[in-house]
């Protein structure tokens, strides 16, 4: 589902505003990303960014992304303009929020500390993306497609979903009485090491196929694969 589609029904669906005002504002809207991506957690709310970055900029409105993540910023900035934080509110980051003036702030991050949201508030409606922490009640919005919410005006159900055009075009999938070939991929990070127990596990199968594994940028079970592949390789 487009972005900008979705975000419309939702906001048509639960909450009361001004259609003609928004049509006024949608010709150069801001959008602040806060956003959190690394090996412990994984890079899935990093790219998600970046496809919603990718949409939002079509309709010819404003980006820009924080985050406190080296690897997600380096990730980020290929395309797109992004800004190390450690903390929201110091005078760096408050003078970067001033004069950008976001006319709403995205939260893509599973939990957030209360004085940061508090601080957010100050600068914009906020926006929150699968959203799990405790201080929900603090959130304004949430789109939750993952985890059930319990943000007062949240959107949730898989037709929200944020997805590449590579993946929402795909054509329906039929399952094969025979398999020739496996593709494992577990994210760019791959956390809890699982692509490893994946092919052990699948080595444990009387049947020959051949398997491909895909790994991330950071994916750090390199050495423990390498092992597995080289013990129980057919």
Known sequence: IEFDEGYKKSVQKDIEFNSSKIKKKSKNLKFLFIVEGNHKIGLGHVYRTINLSNEILKNNHQVLILTKDKVAKKIISKNHTCKIYSKLNDKKNLSLIKSFKPDLIILDKLQE????????KK???ILSIDYTGRNYELI????????????????????????????????????KKSVKSILILQGASDTHCFIPKIIMA???????FKITVVTG??????????????????
Do not use: V, W
Not at 113 to 120: D, N, T, V, W
Not at 142 to 151: E, H, Q, R, T, V
Not at 202 to 208: C, D, E, G, P, V
Not at 217 to 234: A, D, M, P, R, V
């Open 113 to 120: 500390q209360s004085h940061e949201i508090k601080f957010l």
């Open 140 to 175: 304004d919005y949430g789109i939750n497609f993952l985890y059930p919410s319990k943000i007062k005006h949240s959107f949730s159900g898989f037709e929200y979903s944020i997805l590449k055009k590579e993946f929402s075009e795909g054509g329906k999938y039929i399952p």
């Open 123 to 125: 600068y914009g409606k």
């Open 202 to 208: 699948l080595n444990r199968i009387n049947f020959s």
């Open 217 to 234: 940028s950071t994916f750090e079970c390199g050495k423990t694969l390498k092992k597995i592949l080289l013990k129980n390789s057919k």
